[in-house]
């Protein structure tokens, strides 16, 4: 790198991604090494404490450090050469076979343009393969949402908090474990500090209704403990009350009183309100919210709609169950796994493992010989995020470059890396995930209207150069493409009367720990960060209200 002083840490602006949504930072290299995250400065989204681990999970020992063929204890060493001459004769004679009808991709969420172009490439070369989305903390009811809402169109709800005077969240960690919390929280403080404008004193307010005390339910003006099951009953009592909607829900007095505070505060608050729901909730709860967004007046103010990325992807639990029914009645000759861990995290009743054993080829790309890499017939190494070249996209969609800085540690590569190998006839050594994003920059002109000149302070950068190589430089030096944020998207909600389930004697909830859904187990710095409430380290409880103890 240029102006290298040895001793002296460099920064370089990159990205992470997680459950399909890419972020933004900046990362210190010390020598040649990165060592530190840091937020960046132009982004707008701070690093929360899963981007921070990154660092520990670079140099992690027991990292996965080559390929690996056989399952459980019949594994022996490989090397990508003799893997790649197995997957070049498999390839050829799947791709004959049907359209690829027993070839099947099994992904995480993602973003990124390049992995979706070859998706897409592979779709065409195999019309009859199956590609299956699946990560345990989906954001599917969020999705199907807004598709009951808006006649089948899937939109992605961005929310500006900071003009925002009411929020209400219903069974949503809105400032700590939404895909935008980081940019939601500087959001609130701003509303919270406008309190200490002496011309125009004003305080936004927060009401949580939500089946267990989360970071967004501490920071409650009014807050109300219920089960799960009743929070759709408060959100119609709030719909009926606005006249959103009809009917009638019934309620205790306790859940009387903070609809009456909260509907007063909404109507007082009208035009500058947000009300949104969790992950865990139900489709149909969220096509409320939307519906109640509209008829409070938030829309283009508070909350803007743009375009999903993640709408093609079918319900994620739905469709591994597809696929493990395929796989269970061996319909399925060839399973590639890119990221994730399945065997673990996949619901139990669906069985993954004891279909997975039905698969005779089997390929796992992950970071650690975890349980579904032991259940497979290869377990290839993955590169880190430091590691190789990607893309994505923000949670408001703005195009970010990932670069490496540091050439596999383990000989990994990258998901790209592979499925272009799985395309192609020709070895894909590092750095073919450069070219692979580059070719995606160009096929699809994702530099095309950058605002650069907003950004960049040294307008002189990259001079000598002009056109797309102009661009590009600067793409990677900022590590986003500025003024490539979705843009708004116009719909009009329809109302949706949620269904109102009786309460049962137990309810239960899955929700991410310390080390999101397992993948960070590893992670010391994450393992021995104290729960910001219930202080518990070193463990994933189960929490219990006092009464059911």
């Given at each position: 790198?240029?102006?290298?002083?040895?001793?002296?840490?460099?920064?370089?602006?990159?990205?992470?991604?997680?459950?399909?949504?890419?972020?933004?930072?900046?990362?210190?290299?010390?020598?040649?090494?990165?060592?530190?995250?840091?937020?960046?400065?132009?982004?707008?989204?701070?690093?929360?404490?899963?981007?921070?681990?990154?660092?520990?999970?670079?140099?992690?020992?027991?990292?996965?450090?080559?390929?690996?063929?056989?399952?459980?204890?019949?594994?022996?060493?490989?090397?990508?050469?003799?893997?790649?001459?197995?997957?070049?004769?498999?390839?050829?004679?799947?791709?004959?076979?049907?359209?690829?009808?027993?070839?099947?991709?099994?992904?995480?969420?993602?973003?990124?343009?390049?992995?979706?172009?070859?998706?897409?490439?592979?779709?065409?070369?195999?019309?009859?393969?199956?590609?299956?989305?699946?990560?345990?903390?989906?954001?599917?009811?969020?999705?199907?949402?807004?598709?009951l809402a808006f006649d089948g169109k899937a939109v992605r709800t961005q929310y500006d908090v900071s003009k925002a005077r009411v929020?209400?969240?219903?069974?949503?960690?809105?400032?700590?474990?939404?895909?935008?919390?980081?940019?939601?929280?500087?959001?609130?403080?701003?509303?919270?500090?406008?309190?200490?404008?002496?011309?125009?004193?004003?305080?936004?307010?927060?009401?949580?209704?939500?089946?267990?005390?989360?970071?967004?339910?501490?920071?409650?003006?009014?807050?109300?403990?219920?089960?799960?099951?009743?929070?759709?009953?408060?959100?119609?009592?709030?719909?009926?009350?606005?006249?959103?909607?009809?009917?009638?829900?019934?309620?205790?007095?306790?859940?009387?009183?903070?609809?009456?505070?909260?509907?007063?505060?909404?109507?007082?608050?009208?035009?500058?309100?947000?009300?949104?729901?969790?992950?865990?909730?139900?489709?149909?709860?969220?096509?409320?919210?939307?519906?109640?967004?509209?008829?409070?007046?938030?829309?283009?103010?508070?909350?803007?709609?743009?375009?999903?990325?993640?709408?093609?992807?079918?319900?994620?639990?739905?469709?591994?169950?597809?696929?493990?029914?395929?796989?269970?009645?061996?319909?399925?000759?060839?399973?590639?796994?890119?990221?994730?861990?399945?065997?673990?995290?996949?619901?139990?009743?669906?069985?993954?493992?004891?279909?997975?054993?039905?698969?005779?080829?089997?390929?796992?790309?992950?970071?650690?010989r975890d349980e579904t890499a032991i259940d497979c017939q290869w377990a290839l190494p993955a590169a880190t995020s430091f590691e190789?070249?990607?893309?994505?996209?923000?949670?408001?969609?703005?195009?970010?470059?990932?670069?490496?800085?540091?050439?596999?540690?383990?000989?990994?590569?990258?998901?790209?890396?592979?499925?272009?190998?799985?395309?192609?006839?020709?070895?894909?050594?590092?750095?073919?995930?450069?070219?692979?994003?580059?070719?995606?920059?160009?096929?699809?002109?994702?530099?095309?209207?950058?605002?650069?000149?907003?950004?960049?302070?040294?307008?002189?950068?990259?001079?000598?150069?002009?056109?797309?190589?102009?661009?590009?430089?600067?793409?990677?030096?900022?590590?986003?493409?500025?003024?490539?944020?979705?843009?708004?998207?116009?719909?009009?909600?329809?109302?949706?009367?949620?269904?109102?389930?009786?309460?049962?004697?137990?309810?239960?909830?899955?929700?991410?720990?310390?080390?999101?859904?397992?993948?960070?187990?590893?992670?010391p710095w994450l393992q021995e960060c104290p729960d910001a409430i219930t202080k518990v380290v070193w463990d994933s409880p189960l929490?219990?209200?006092?009464?059911?103890?």
């Amino acid at each position: 790198p240029e102006d290298l002083i040895p001793g002296v840490p460099n920064y370089f602006a990159s990205m992470a991604e997680r459950g399909g949504v890419a972020h933004p930072m900046l990362v210190a290299s010390f020598d040649g090494r990165p060592i530190k995250v840091e937020s960046h400065p132009k982004a707008g989204y701070a690093t929360d404490a899963f981007d921070q681990a990154l660092i520990l999970q670079q140099y992690d020992p027991e990292r996965l450090r080559d390929v690996v063929y056989g399952k459980q204890e019949k594994m022996s060493g490989s090397s990508w050469t003799t893997f790649e001459g197995w997957l070049r004769g498999k390839t050829a004679s799947l791709g004959q076979d049907n359209g690829g009808a027993k070839f099947a991709v099994l992904a995480e969420p993602s973003s990124s343009p390049t992995l979706l172009r070859l998706k897409a490439k592979l779709k065409a070369a195999m019309p009859n393969a199956s590609w299956v989305t699946y990560e345990p903390l989906s954001q599917d009811s969020v999705i199907e949402g807004a598709k009951l809402a808006f006649d089948g169109k899937a939109v992605r709800t961005q929310y500006d908090v900071s003009k925002a005077r009411v929020i209400a969240c219903f069974d949503c960690d809105f400032l700590s474990a939404h895909p935008s919390a980081t940019k939601n929280a500087r959001g609130w403080a701003v509303g919270r500090k406008s309190a200490d404008d002496k011309k125009n004193p004003t305080m936004n307010r927060m009401y949580v209704v939500e089946p267990g005390m989360t970071i967004t339910g501490s920071v409650a003006d009014e807050r109300l403990p219920i089960k799960p099951s009743r929070v759709a009953h408060v959100l119609v009592a709030v719909a009926v009350a606005l006249g959103v909607s009809a009917g009638e829900a019934k309620l205790e007095p306790v859940e009387q009183s903070f609809v009456d505070k909260l509907v007063a505060d909404l109507k007082a608050g009208s035009g500058a309100s947000i009300i949104v729901a969790g992950a865990n909730q139900p489709a149909d709860v969220h096509a409320l919210t939307h519906a109640i967004n509209k008829a409070l007046g938030n829309l283009d103010n508070t909350v803007t709609y743009s375009d999903e990325y993640a709408a093609d992807d079918a319900s994620q639990v739905e469709s591994l169950k597809a696929l493990v029914g395929k796989m269970a009645g061996g319909e399925i000759d060839t399973l590639l796994i890119l990221g994730g861990n399945p065997v673990f995290d996949a619901p139990a009743d669906l069985k993954f493992g004891e279909a997975l054993a039905k698969v005779p080829n089997t390929i796992k790309l992950g970071l650690y010989r975890d349980e579904t890499a032991i259940d497979c017939q290869w377990a290839l190494p993955a590169a880190t995020s430091f590691e190789c070249w990607g893309d994505g996209r923000w949670y408001d969609g703005t195009i970010a470059v990932q670069q490496p800085l540091i050439l596999p540690l383990f000989n990994g590569r990258s998901a790209i890396e592979l499925l272009a190998g799985v395309l192609s006839d020709k070895s894909l050594a590092q750095p073919a995930g450069y070219q692979l994003v580059r070719e995606t920059f160009t096929a699809q002109e994702l530099l095309k209207g950058a605002k650069f000149d907003e950004h960049l302070t040294d307008k002189g950068y990259a001079a000598e150069l002009v056109g797309f190589e102009k661009d590009w430089r600067r793409a990677v030096h900022l590590g986003f493409v500025p003024g490539s944020a979705s843009k708004k998207v116009y719909v009009d909600a329809k109302t949706v009367a949620p269904a109102l389930a009786a309460a049962g004697a137990t309810e239960v909830v899955f929700k991410h720990s310390s080390v999101y859904d397992g993948r960070f187990a590893n992670s010391p710095w994450l393992q021995e960060c104290p729960d910001a409430i219930t202080k518990v380290v070193w463990d994933s409880p189960l929490l219990l209200s006092v009464p059911d103890m």
